[in-house]
């Protein structure tokens, strides 16, 4: 018996992505990026993107079927983002993803975009055992999610009580007078800086933080410290070596994230970890993880750097665990939800 064809519509930012998928095969995974569009402004403008979306969903629907050579009419079901993420980016998925549906007779699933971060693994290195924690690292959204079964069990013990981690990166890249985004430059100069140069505030690490918020995490005090550290050597006519500045940046980061989440692994008795979202693609991350999981005995799992950034791919994932568990299709009418708790696989 074939194994179903998933096609996904991912629209929830700057990205707009078409992924079909047989199985966990994939075959096409097309994007279009409007990310050159907002960098004069320093991050994301909604009515860009949306406009954005608008010009780019057919062409990249229409790669993507000539890219995995299938007739639409193969597709077994349609998966679309439904939330988290910028209403008017999030309609316009929604919308393309409801035509199809309805003109194909093909059953729809409006699927979280944060799980999505989580399935698209599963299309290099299978199914997820279960349970399985992961470490949901994006611009917008910085989480520890404990999940038992993807399509029905997904639980957040801890997320961000202000800044991600990613829209820390844009913030502090903005006080260099670094370009956006500034997770991949920041990133770049790293490797040649030293870490060591600036002692930057973990946050959150405290004993009395942790307490209250052990899987939690806090970069608004980071970014605020990286701030006064620049402007005072500036001040008193310190030449100011962003590369260091990167580096102990990012070390502050990153050191936090991967002790937390190897933490909850011990907590829980998980010994799977998997990374995703747009910040698992960092270098440092993905190395620093690796270590602390090896030296705590826990199995990482990390899709390539090509699948962290928002995807079709991702939603078509879910769309297939969805649809393979017999999960009641969404109906036509479903709205964007632009707050979608992540404990809400399918609306």
Request: charge should be negative.
């Given at each position: 018996m074939a194994e179903p064809l998933i096609l996904g519509i991912e629209s929830s930012c700057d990205e707009t992505g078409v992924g079909i998928v047989r199985g966990y095969e994939l075959l096409a995974n097309e994007i279009?990026?409007?990310?050159?569009?907002?960098?004069?402004?320093?991050?994301?403008?909604?009515?860009?993107?949306?406009?954005?979306?608008?010009?780019?969903?057919?062409?990249?629907?229409?790669?993507?079927?000539?890219?995995?050579?299938?007739?639409?009419?193969?597709?077994?079901?349609?998966?679309?983002?439904?939330?988290?993420?910028?209403?008017?980016?999030?309609?316009v998925g929604l919308s393309a993803a409801k035509a199809l549906a309805y003109a194909l007779r093909k059953?729809?699933?409006?699927?979280?975009?944060?799980?999505?971060?989580?399935?698209?693994?599963?299309?290099?290195?299978?199914?997820?055992?279960?349970?399985?924690?992961?470490?949901?690292?994006?611009?917008?959204?910085?989480?520890?999610?404990?999940?038992?079964?993807?399509?029905r069990d997904v639980e957040e013990i801890g997320a961000t009580i202000d800044d991600a981690a990613g829209e820390a990166y844009d913030k502090v890249a903005r006080l260099l007078g670094l370009s956006y985004p500034g997770?991949?430059?920041?990133?770049?100069?790293?490797?040649?800086?030293?870490?060591?140069?600036?002692?930057?505030?973990?946050?959150?690490t405290a004993r009395h933080d942790l307490e209250k918020h052990r899987f939690d995490f806090s970069f608004s005090g980071l970014k605020t410290a990286v701030a006064r550290w620049v402007e005072l050597r500036r001040r008193d006519g310190e030449e100011v070596n962003v590369a260091d500045v990167a580096a102990s940046f990012q070390e502050a980061v990153v050191d936090v994230l991967t002790a937390k989440a190897v933490d909850a692994c011990g907590v829980y008795g998980i010994d799977t970890l998997l990374l995703g979202g747009g910040v698992a693609a960092n270098s440092r991350l993905r190395t620093l993880l690796a270590l602390r999981c090896e030296q705590a005995g826990i199995t990482l799992r990390r899709p390539r750097p090509g699948l962290c950034t928002d995807n079709g791919a991702m939603i078509a994932a879910v769309g297939l665990e969805l649809f393979q568990a017999g999960v009641r299709p969404s109906g036509l009418d479903i709205g964007a939800n632009s707050g979608l708790p992540v404990s809400q696989v399918c609306l």
């Open positions: 279009a990026s409007s990310v050159e569009e907002h960098v004069r402004f320093g991050g994301v403008v909604p009515e860009i993107a949306s406009r954005a979306h608008l010009e780019a969903i057919a062409p990249t629907l229409n790669r993507a079927i000539e890219k995995a050579d299938v007739d639409l009419a193969e597709v077994d079901a349609i998966a679309v983002t439904a939330g988290p993420g910028l209403m008017g980016s999030l309609v059953p729809l699933y409006g699927v979280n975009h944060l799980v999505g971060h989580v399935g698209v693994d599963m299309l290099e290195h299978g199914p997820l055992p279960q349970p399985v924690m992961a470490l949901l690292v994006s611009g917008g959204h910085t989480s520890i999610l404990r999940i038992g079964n993807i399509v997770g991949p430059i920041i990133d770049h100069l790293a490797q040649a800086g030293l870490a060591t140069a600036a002692a930057f505030p973990r946050g959150l």
